[in-house]
T-cell receptor
Framework: KNEVEQSPQNLTAQEGEFITINCSYSVGISALHWLQQHPGGGIVSLFMLSSGKKKHGRLIATINIQEKHSSLHITASHPRDSAVYICAVGRGAQKLVFGQGTRLTINP | DAGVIQSPRHEVTEMGQEVTLRCKPISGHNSLFWYRQTMMRGLELLIYFNNNVPIDDSGMPEDRFSAKMPNASFSTLKIQPSEPRDSAVYFC????????????FGSGTQLSVL
């Protein structure tokens, strides 16, 4: 079993829909990261969080340390949100363990 | 700031050749990471440096891989000799501090070993 599991692996939705991507992990962590990888391949760090919730524009990330679970939400989704979203957990020092990613496609 | 700069963007080489990937971190960042991304294994940490010193290279696949950081503004990842299974996208990333700060990624180097 992978240390970091994301669901769903693929998600297709219509523009405007509310999107939720989930990340579960099985080890103790110091922080959790959400990354966005654009179709062109570049990777952008969206959030780094160790508790509670963070919001940036239409993106919201939450984490429940007790349940070892995090969610990334996108409100009013748009085709430009189409990307691969990757969850990564920090386990001491600076090592990140990555999930396999969720491929999101938003159709106009 | 120009962000993390990697070169080349694309590299096509033949099996057995030496490959050198280059990275310039963001100025002021004192941690640098090399990652490899493949379809099968996703993103994997190869090695990271703090203040130019290699801290953990346990992710380096084998002795054919080596990485250096001669100063705070430059790092290289070398593969010698290269093999087809080394084909992947190699990302460099940097960040401030040595804790759980946000990572900044370069655009990656797409390596194809024929």
């Amino acid at each position: 079993k992978n240390e970091v599991e994301q669901s769903p692996q693929n998600l297709t939705a219509q523009e405007g829909e509310f999107i939720t991507i989930n990340c579960s992990y099985s080890v103790g962590i110091s922080a959790l990261h959400w990354l966005q990888q654009h179709p062109g391949g570049g990777i952008v760090s969206l959030f780094m969080l160790s508790s509670g919730k963070k919001k940036h524009g239409r993106l919201i990330a939450t984490i429940n340390i007790q349940e070892k679970h995090s969610s990334l939400h996108i409100t009013a989704s748009h085709p430009r949100d189409s990307a691969v979203y990757i969850c990564a957990v920090g386990r001491g020092a600076q090592k990140l363990v990555f999930g396999q990613g969720t491929r999101l496609t938003i159709n106009p | 700031d120009a962000g993390v700069i990697q070169s080349p963007r694309h590299e096509v080489t033949e099996m057995g050749q030496e490959v050198t990937l280059r990275c310039k971190p963001i100025s002021g960042h004192n941690s640098l990471f090399w990652y490899r991304q493949t379809m099968m294994r996703g993103l994997e940490l190869l090695i990271y440096f703090n203040n130019n010193v290699p801290i953990d290279d346990s992710g380096m696949p084998e002795d054919r891989f080596s990485a250096k950081m001669p100063n705070a503004s430059f790092s290289t990842l070398k593969i010698q000799p290269s093999e087809p299974r080394d084909s992947a996208v190699y990302f460099c990333a940097s960040r401030t501090g040595t804790g759980d700060e946000k990572l900044f990624f370069g655009s990656g180097t797409q390596l194809s070993v024929l």
